[in-house]
């Protein structure tokens, strides 16, 4: 049967001959230390990156119930500011009725490990949430990309840059606080979608992401269009090389853990 969701998954392990143990792989998308200043740009806008495995557990089909009783163990062992992005999935099947054990399973969880790290992974099955990965860009990376600004670029601006320059930047600095309040309006009702059963938003809710994208949107279009050319200009390679890796430094994972 074709796979396109967790429950897909489950009902074919369960209706395999012999029994199953599903293995998984839960994995962040990171910046890699050596990222170029256009793959560091892309991972901002929420493009490319590295896939960095978290953690690894296995389960019998019996034992899951849904995606979300998965998750919502997973959100057990994560770290702080290290949410995973996507989890992929592989099925280890038994023999004469017998279902693999957990010690059966650390070897092909280890290889899935090795073959995520290498960017191997087209044999698993990946899931992940669309507005999971929206809370995870907008709760964690889009603060590290203003911080970025608020330690390297803006006062730069402020210092060298024209009276015009140092104006937008003052305006960019005010948007950065009323951005982190219209986000704070705008998650909740993708909080409530990842948490429940909720099939849709409210025109409250619309109107809060409209008031969130529209203000962002600005921002945005002002910084590509004037700040970091004007910011480009100023900084000298060594100075480049500099401010890519305290950034890299405040981005640090840790290493996966087994649960």
Excluded at 133 to 144: E, K, Q, S
Excluded at 187 to 203: E, H, I, P, Y
Excluded at 244 to 249: H, K, P, R
């Amino acid at each position: 049967m074709d796979i396109s969701s967790f429950d897909d998954l489950l009902q074919a392990a369960r209706m395999q001959p012999e029994p199953q143990r599903l293995l998984f792989v839960f994995a962040a998308v990171e910046l890699p230390d050596d990222a170029t200043p256009a793959q560091r740009a892309r991972f901002e806008a929420g493009q490319g990156g590295a896939l960095v495995p978290l953690m690894c557990v296995d389960k019998t089909p019996q034992e899951l119930p849904s995606f979300s009783a998965l998750v919502e163990e997973a959100r057990q062992f994560t770290a702080p500011g290290h949410d995973w992005a996507i989890v992929f999935a592989a099925a280890l099947s038994g023999t004469l009725n017998q279902a693999p054990s957990s010690a059966d399973a650390e070897a092909p969880l280890q290889r899935m490990v090795d073959a995520i790290k290498g960017g191997a992974h087209g044999a698993y099955i990946p899931f992940q949430q669309a507005a999971r990965d929206v809370l995870r860009y907008f709760d964690i990376a889009a603060p590290l990309h203003h911080e970025d600004e608020e330690l390297h670029v803006f006062p730069l601006l402020l210092a060298q840059g024209s009276p015009d320059v140092a104006a937008l930047v003052r305006r960019l600095q005010d948007d950065h606080a009323c951005m982190a309040a219209d986000w704070a309006d705008a998650r909740k009702a993708l909080q409530a979608l990842v948490d429940s059963d909720l099939k849709g938003f409210s025109d409250a809710d619309g109107a809060a992401f409209d008031q969130f994208t529209a203000r962002y949107d600005r921002h945005i279009a002002d910084e590509e269009t004037v700040a970091y050319p004007s910011a480009q200009a100023l900084l000298a390679t060594p100075a480049l090389q500099a401010m890519g890796n305290e950034m890299a430094a405040r981005r640090k994972a840790p290493p996966p853990v087994r649960q």
